[in-house]
């Protein structure tokens, strides 16, 4: 970066004097010129004032967009001190999940049962 090793705070006018020791009279030095005259703390300021990409820089306040759907995590998402690792229990009352890991587990064996059968095992 041009301005880096600059000593900062700095004015504008020393912001383009070091820029001009670094590039000449190059085109950072005339973007350098269209700052606004005070001090800059930072390289992040001088960054900002030239190509704007905090939220509100502009000073406009946005109101935030309407959330699309609950949180990921549900209620857990607000809680200060969820369970870590512990699954809600969600599963619908006609299938619950023992029920769902036998069934699987049935059908897991017919398959190895056949397979076996084919192979000659």
């Known amino acids: 970066m041009l301005l880096e090793g600059v000593s ?6 020393e912001l383009i004097g070091y820029a001009r020791e670094q590039d000449g009279d190059g085109p950072s030095v005339r ?10 703390r930072m390289l992040d300021e001088v960054g900002e004032m030239l190509a704007p990409v905090q939220p509100y820089a502009s000073g406009d306040k946005l109101l935030p967009h309407e959330e699309s759907g609950p949180p990921p995590g ?43 059968k084919l192979l000659g095992g």
């Open 8 to 13: 900062l705070p700095a004015s504008k006018d």
């Open 31 to 40: 973007l350098l010129e269209r700052l606004p005259n005070r001090e800059y």
């Open 74 to 116: 549900g209620g857990d998402y607000l809680r200060s001190g969820p369970d870590p690792g512990r699954a809600e229990v969600d599963a619908p009352l006609g299938n619950p999940p023992q029920k769902a890991i036998e069934q699987q587990t049935k059908t897991q064996n017919e398959q190895k049962e056949r397979q076996e």
